[in-house]
């Protein structure tokens, strides 16, 4: 099956009621038979519904689906795109241990990395995701993850996928890759050698701005890099917390496995059945939506390359954009995605062309079908100086634009009287 069917079918079986649309369980508990059944749940010898932190008949048809059209084994559906990244890096490392990022993250992910977990014992170094030949210098045996975005926000960047996980391997070292942006439509990691996805469901998944979630996902054979690789002492040793459980030795892919028996038990940062549902909605439509997001962002960028008011334009899809060549290589047929970014002149300059736009609506969110316009000077990265600004790629006056589904020629004729008032 091609992905566009996938994302319609995959992991739904009709009930006896026939319903078309995947029903919404919402449901906190399920009932057991007896006592044997129950048993035999808690044992993993039969595998059903137990209670919804763990697992839910919904959120089960999201994970199954999202898998599918990964490419993956196994998904874990989360709380947010954040809860699923920690759960990544939770599920790989502890006190002790290192991880080695790329500098090009999302926000949200440099602070869990740098700060958050720096409290928890675990040490993040960074690469610059340019340059993935640096990363050989930082990994050690304490080494747990290689973390990167396959195309980075809020920098918008093309990760050398093959690259990056050609030293990992080397390494025996498991990579995560947060495909949020490019989604599974546009970019596969799994074939580029990757073994766990994170996404922000919150984004392209829902399409439509309407909930925060987010999905791990794990590769066909992921057992093979673990087993016996004493980086990963904890997946090939029986867990005391569950009656002496080897990952390994179970035939379930083992990294979900051990996501969800352990950390989604213990944190509980679990979908709830109503989001996975409006996840579920997205994903049927997302291959029509990415085409699109991606046609217009490239026709935005066009324009506002030939713009006289315009100094730079970021986007992947251009000709004359560095990343140029890694996109053609990494997305499906070079398409990039909505995310692109323009510098201005200055702060007041980029200040007057935001305040001016009127389709495009002030936000600090990207992937939603209405066009989004951010400032990350003036927001997102408020709390940094000049020069800092400079030095994460953030120049004073440069405006983020998540391209939406409107008429390319409202959103050009909206950007031209903005650039001109
Ligand atoms: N990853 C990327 C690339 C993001 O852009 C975001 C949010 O903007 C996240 C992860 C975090 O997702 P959430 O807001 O669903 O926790």
């Known amino acids: 099956m091609e ?39 808690f044992s993993l010898k039969e595998l059903g519904n137990i209670y919804t932190r763990l697992n839910n008949p919904t959120t089960d048809v999201f994970e199954k689906r999202f898998a599918e059209i990964e490419g993956g084994a196994a998904a874990i559906a989360t709380s947010s795109g954040m809860s699923a990244t920690f759960f990544a890096i939770a599920n790989a490392a502890e006190a002790g241990d290192n991880i080695v990022c790329a500098r090009q993250l999302y926000g949200g992910s440099l602070t869990l990395t740098a700060h958050t977990l720096k409290r928890f014992g675990i040490e993040a170094r960074f690469f610059d995701v340019h340059n993935p030949e640096s990363i050989e210098a930082l990994v050690d045996d304490k080494t747990k993850i290689i973390f990167f975005e396959s195309l980075t926000n809020p920098s918008i960047d093309v990760a050398d996928i093959e690259a990056i996980t050609a030293i990992a391997n080397k390494h025996g070292i498991l990579t995560v890759v947060d495909n949020t942006v490019a989604t599974p439509i546009l970019c596969r990691p799994f074939e580029f050698g990757a073994d766990i996805t994170v996404h922000s469901a919150s984004k392209y998944t829902t399409g439509q701005g309407l909930a925060i979630g987010g999905i791990l996902v794990e590769r066909k054979e992921l057992v093979e890099k673990l087993k016996g690789n004493p980086r990963y002492a904890h997946f090939n040793e029986p867990d005391a917390s569950y009656h002496g459980l080897v990952y390994v030795d179970v035939p379930l892919p083992p990294f979900t496995l051990r996501t969800r028996l ?90 007057k062309i935001v305040n001016a736009t009127e389709l495009y609506s002030l936000v600090v969110n990207i992937g939603d079908s209405k066009s989004i316009i951010t400032h990350p000077a003036s927001t997102t990265h408020q709390q940094l100086n000049e020069e800092e600004l ?29 650039l001109n008032s």
């Open 390 to 418: 400079k030095a994460c790629g953030v120049p004073s006056g440069l405006i983020r634009i998540s391209c939406g589904l409107e008429s390319i020629n409202d959103l050009i004729a909206d950007m031209e009287q903005a």
């Open 3 to 41: 992905l566009q069917t996938k994302a319609l079918h995959a992991g739904y079986e009709k009930d006896s009621q026939g319903t078309m649309a995947v029903p919404i369980y919402m449901s906190t508990a399920y009932e057991f038979r007896d006592v044997e059944h129950a048993a035999n749940l």
């Open 262 to 351: 352990s950390l989604l038990r213990d944190i509980g940062a679990v979908s709830s059945p109503f989001n996975s549902w409006l996840f579920i909605q997205g994903l049927e439509h997302l291959s029509l939506r990415m085409r699109e997001h991606s046609s217009n962002a490239l026709q935005l960028a066009e324009y506002l390359e030939a713009h006289p008011k315009v100094n730079k334009v970021n986007y992947p899809g251009l000709k004359s954009n560095e990343n140029y060549k890694m996109g053609q290589k990494y997305f499906q047929d070079g398409a990039c995605s909505g995310l692109l970014s323009f510098e201005v002149a200055s702060l007041e300059e980029a200040t």
